[in-house]
């Protein structure tokens, strides 16, 4: 068990380009998570899947963002146009929804986005 | 839809003494998770512990124990002995038990940076 892995660690864009980021979760994990966590607040849901299926997005996530888990291993979130507001930390999670798990979100280091 | 506050944003406490993070929540739910959160300056976030609302005796883990008020809504964390390794964030974060669409994302609090005083 590896952990979750998350790639950039860090990623600097100038506004308006786009930019994309990459979970590797848990292997035997089915539910990946995303969430963003701007500076002195607490981290805030964006999105998850089940394998391979996206069942839910937050208001948060605008029609800029998009994010996929192929396959339902690693994922991807993709900012397209970033804007500054866009700066924050992007963490990504995963659990195992099974019997007798328990269901704990597993973080991984996180990316933080710096838009200039 | 479910709130956490954290209303200490920084709290210090002396190597080896006791420090106690507050935490209240809002929620309609009579069942539900809570959790306390760790992350370290630079590091991943990790699970400290986790109350099931369902169950009365409060979690304890080593050093780490809760008070869980269901009346009202609050949900503190006590570090006996504190250590120098204890320093970073803490965020109370919430969830619904019931697993199904919409209810297992986690709602945090905006945390607590603890600072360790050798």
């Known amino acids: 068990d590896t952990g979750v892995s998350q790639d950039p660690r860090h990623k600097i864009t100038k506004r308006g380009q786009n930019v994309t980021f990459r979970c590797d979760p848990i292997?035997?994990?089915?539910?990946l998570y995303w969430y963003r966590q701007t500076l002195g607040q607490g981290p805030e849901f964006l999105t998850y899947?089940?394998?391979?299926?996206?069942?839910?997005k937050s208001r948060l996530l605008s029609d800029r963002f998009s994010a996929e888990r192929p396959k339902g291993s690693f994922s991807t979130l993709e900012i397209q146009r970033t804007e500054q507001g866009d700066s924050a930390m992007y963490l990504c999670?995963?659990?195992?929804?099974?019997?007798?798990?328990?269901?704990?979100?597993?973080f991984g280091p996180g990316t933080r986005l710096t838009v200039t | 839809a479910q709130t956490v506050t954290q209303s200490q944003p920084e709290m210090s406490v002396q190597e080896a003494e006791t420090v106690t993070l507050s935490c209240t929540y809002d929620t309609s739910e009579s069942d539900y998770y809570l959790f306390w959160y760790k992350q370290p300056p630079s590091r991943q976030m990790i699970l400290v512990i986790r109350?099931?609302?369902?169950?009365?005796q409060n979690a304890t883990e080593n050093r780490f124990s809760v008070n869980f008020q269901k009346a009202a809504k609050s949900f503190s964390l006590k570090i006996s002995d504190s250590q120098l390794g204890d320093a970073a964030m803490y965020f109370c974060a919430y969830r619904n038990t019931v697993l199904n669409f919409g209810n297992e994302k986690l709602t945090f609090g905006t945390g607590t940076r603890l600072t360790i005083i050798p």
């Open positions: 899947f089940q394998n391979e299926a996206q069942l839910e």
């Open positions: 292997s035997e994990h089915n539910r």
């Open positions: 999670a995963s659990s195992l929804i099974a019997e007798l798990s328990s269901y704990e979100q597993y």
């Open positions: 109350q099931e609302a369902y169950k009365q």
